[in-house]
T-cell receptor, first 111, second 111 residues
Framework: GNSVTQMEGPVTLSEEAFLTINCTYT??????LFWYVQYPGEGLQLLLK?????DKGSNKGFEATYRKETTSFHLEKGSVQVSDSAVYFC??????????FGQGTELSVKP | NAGVTQTPKFRILKIGQSMTLQCAQD?????MYWYRQDPGMGLKLIYY???????DKGEVPNGYNVSRSTTEDFPLRLELAAPSQTSVYFC??????????FGSGTQLSVL
């Protein structure tokens, strides 16, 4: 079946540190891949997406590349800010159109 | 433009009570979803709808019911609340392949 696995949190970083949050997936066919972000007390918001192999999604300094050979979609940012503190969810959309989410990774950025 | 509106934001129920979680969107989206978010477990799809009058079960539908009499509204009904239904509930909507818009969530405790 389809599934998404993310690295365990919480991840605690100092401001301006480099961020990587790992995400791997299992899917039949060619899913679209997404990163959603959930700020405290709010619903999820789409951060970035990639719809085919080797595509790179980017937004607000975050990037993720769709790697079919390693079935991965790792999220990266070169220099995190305190305002990036949130929970990050990796997700895939299968051929039936449903979104399947990973368990979420909490990021805490300290000044 | 309000987006997706959920009410209430918080609720405490006793075992066996019933309640309805309200969800409304003003974007004329055809697709609407109910998810539950348990700590460390990501989001699980409860029910979804592809248009007015059409609903279908997701991964975890037991103990819940939905209806979709209009495009705007997609209420979620709990008939006999159980402690296992303690969770944060999110409603979401989208139009075809576009991104998913989430409400801010309802935190439900069943004691």
């Amino acid at each position: 079946g389809n599934s998404v696995t993310q690295m365990e949190g919480p991840v605690t970083l100092s401001e301006e540190a480099f961020l990587t949050i790992n995400c791997t997936y299992t899917a039949t066919g060619y899913p679209s891949l997404f990163w959603y972000v959930q700020y405290p007390g709010e619903g999820l918001q789409l951060l970035l997406k990639a719809t085919k192999a080797d595509d790179k999604g980017s937004n607000k300094g975050f990037e993720a590349t769709y790697r079919k050979e390693t079935t991965s979609f790792h999220l990266e940012k070169g220099s995190v800010q305190v305002s990036d503190s949130a929970v990050y969810f990796c997700a895939l959309r299968n051929q039936g159109g449903k979104l399947i989410f990973g368990q979420g990774t909490e990021l805490s950025v300290k000044p | 433009n309000a987006g997706v509106t959920q009410t209430p934001k918080f609720r405490i129920l006793k075992i066996g009570q019933s309640m309805t979680l309200q969800c409304a969107q003003d974007m004329n989206h055809n697709y609407m979803y109910w998810y539950r978010q348990d700590p460390g477990m990501g989001l699980k799809l409860i029910y979804y709808s592809v248009g007015a009058g059409i609903t279908d079960k997701g991964e975890v539908p037991n103990g819940y019911n939905v209806s979709r009499s209009t495009t705007e509204d997609f209420p979620l009904r709990l008939e006999l609340a159980a402690p296992s239904q303690t969770s944060v509930y999110f409603c979401a909507s989208k139009q075809y392949e576009e991104k998913l818009f989430f409400g801010s969530g309802t935190q439900l405790s069943v004691l």
